[in-house]
């Protein structure tokens, strides 16, 4: 069965300094995986997604995110982060269903100061 | 992106009585949309899966006379707890599968407490 591993609970930067965000999954083939973006009141939004093809994926709001088969990662980063990124996020993995059946992680809350 | 709705945001109810959610995607028809529970600090949980116009798939450990999910039309879903209980409390998320992108798109949330 699939699972997601993200092991920092809450992380806190500074407003323009860079961020990374871990995830580590566990699946017997090629997964597809996703980065979401929670906010108070709204729904989850994709940032970005693997499937296959170029192991390093361009997401919405300047994220990107590489994946790492022999480290089974799939890291999400952000060379400057801004006030407006304090939120929860949430690494996600599927089979081979693609969408479907999404298996969560636990979120990491972003908080940045200023 | 394509939007869900969820109806009501919040609700309180007492314990033994049942309350409705409503799941709408508002720009696309979604012939599957899902259903998730959502703990305090803990990930997403998938409830169950429906398709419009079939029944329900449920998720293992998850009580499907408790939980009635129908899913009578392509832009409209709705979850059911009956007879609620305090454990019930929780928040309820749904999603639509867009079958043209193939992506979900998720609904704001239901904040469910039973008192």
């Known amino acids: 069965a699939q699972s997601v591993t993200q092991p920092d609970i809450h992380i806190t930067v500074s407003e323009g300094a860079s961020l990374e965000l871990r995830c580590n999954y566990s699946?017997?083939?090629?997964?597809?995986l996703f980065w979401y973006v929670q906010s108070p009141g709204q729904g989850l939004q994709l940032l970005l997604k693997?499937?296959?093809?170029?192991?390093l994926v361009q997401g919405i709001k300047g994220f990107e995110a590489e994946f790492k088969r022999s480290q089974s990662s799939f890291n999400l980063r952000k060379p400057s982060v801004h006030w407006s990124d304090a939120a929860e996020y949430f690494c996600?993995?599927?089979?081979?269903?693609?969408?479907?059946?999404?298996?969560f992680g636990t979120g990491t809350r972003l908080l940045v100061s200023p | 992106g394509a939007v869900v709705s969820q109806h009501p945001s919040r609700v309180i109810c007492k314990s033994g009585t049942s309350v409705k959610i409503e799941c709408r995607s508002l720009?696309?028809?979604?012939?599957?949309m899902f259903w998730y529970r959502q703990f305090p600090k803990q990930s997403l949980m998938l409830m169950a899966t429906?398709?419009?116009?079939?029944?329900?798939?449920?998720e293992q450990g998850v009580e499907k006379d408790k939980f009635l999910i129908n899913h009578a039309s392509l832009t409209l879903s709705t979850l059911t707890v009956t007879s609620a209980h305090p454990e019930d409390s929780s928040f309820y998320i749904c999603?639509?599968?867009?079958?043209?992108?193939?992506?979900?798109?998720f609904g704001p949330g239901t904040r469910l407490t039973v008192t």
């Open positions: 996600a993995v599927a089979g081979n269903t693609g969408f479907q059946k999404l298996v």
């Open positions: 699946y017997g083939a090629t997964p597809y």
């Open positions: 693997y499937f296959s093809g170029d192991t």
């Open positions: 720009d696309f028809q979604a012939t599957t």
């Open positions: 429906s398709n419009e116009g079939s029944k329900a798939t449920y």
């Open positions: 999603s639509g599968l867009d079958r043209g992108s193939g992506e979900q798109y």
